[in-house]
């Protein structure tokens, strides 16, 4: 029997309900937000690898251009050796 406005927790639930206990809820959301977590790393280190990969590319690149810089300069400092020596 309950009073207007003072329902028990079983009365509450309605017929055949059983509540989980506390305990259990608390670890079921603990599990729930700990796998959200796991998967927004793993998704952040795909991420990561992937911007990696981008800038290993990157630097081989920078690596051609600045070794054919070092030919071109090595090019033009002839060059210009050769003309001053004609003159």
């Given at each position: 029997?309950?009073?207007?406005?003072?329902?028990t927790e079983e009365e509450s639930l309605g017929w055949g309900a059983v509540s989980a206990p506390v305990e259990e809820v608390d670890?079921?959301?603990q599990a729930i937000r700990k796998e959200k977590l796991i998967k927004e790393i793993r998704a952040s280190q795909e991420g990561l690898r992937a911007m990696l990969a981008k800038v290993q590319n990157v630097q081989k690149e920078v690596d051609k251009l600045s070794s054919s810089?070092?030919?071109l300069q090595m090019y033009i400092?002839?060059?210009?050796?050769?003309m001053a020596k004609r003159r």
């Open positions: 029997m309950s009073f207007v406005g003072f329902a670890l079921v959301s810089n070092d030919t400092d002839n060059l210009t050796k050769q």
